[in-house]
């Protein structure tokens, strides 16, 4: 899906277009020939954290009023609709705004830095933002079964990062798959 960025947009403006999706595909399964019952979100990089946010959170305050078309063509707020999902893949997902902006600043790498900048503006947003924060904090209201995919050289992704998601997911309680593909770079997954 096309979702807002950063810098002209913040934080939740992306994971509040994605449960916009998720109600938009309910509100036409219809038309889509889809099952509104069975709908799950996948991601990569800030992808991946924008749908592991909208899976946790998918009725959140946050995640309400974003106007969704209609079969008719009408646009409206459906907020009646529940966003709730049936799992999440994230694929070498920013699970952690906060720790990879921490680990962009430590191995200067002033794009990743930037990206957190722009879309978060500091770094108590993105604290905010944080998976495995949500997660053992305990505002998660629902932990749909989640895939991880972690590249073994990936050097946008800390793997401690990766872990923490992990350990805190499993903590709750949460179903978790780990797959991990030793050699494989950030994003090895988008090549042909």
């Known amino acids: 899906i096309d979702f807002r960025q950063g810098p002209e947009f913040k ?3 992306a994971s509040a277009d994605v449960t916009a999706a998720v109600r938009w595909v309910r509100l036409n399964a219809g038309l889509l020939e889809a099952n509104a019952g069975r709908i799950g979100l996948a991601g990569s990089s800030s992808g991946g954290h924008l749908a592991m946010l ?8 946050e995640h309400r009023g ?3 078309s209609a079969e008719d063509g ?3 707020v459906h907020d009646e609709i529940s966003a709730a999902v049936n799992f999440v893949i994230a694929l070498w997902p920013v699970s952690d705004p ?12 002033e794009g990743l830095m930037k ?6 503006g500091d ?14 904090a305990g505002e998660a209201p629902v932990l749909p079964p989640l895939l991880v995919v972690q590249p073994g050289e990936d050097s946008n992704i ?5 872990f923490d998601l992990l350990r805190a997911y499993q903590a709750r309680g949460g179903r978790v798959d780990y797959a991990y593909f030793p050699g494989m770079p950030n994003a090895f997954g988008h090549r042909q």
Not at 115 to 120: C, R, W
Not at 123 to 135: C, K, L, Y
């Open 11 to 13: 934080h939740p403006a």
């Open 54 to 61: 909208a899976g946790l959170k998918p009725d959140a305050a």
């Open 66 to 68: 974003v106007p969704i």
């Open 74 to 76: 009408s646009f409206a």
């Open 98 to 109: 906060a720790a990879r902006y921490r680990y962009a600043r430590r191995a200067r790498i």
């Open 115 to 120: 990206g957190g900048e722009a879309y978060f």
């Open 123 to 136: 770094e108590a947003a993105m604290w905010e933002a944080s998976i495995p924060r949500i997660v053992t």
């Open 158 to 162: 800390p793997q401690e990062m990766t």
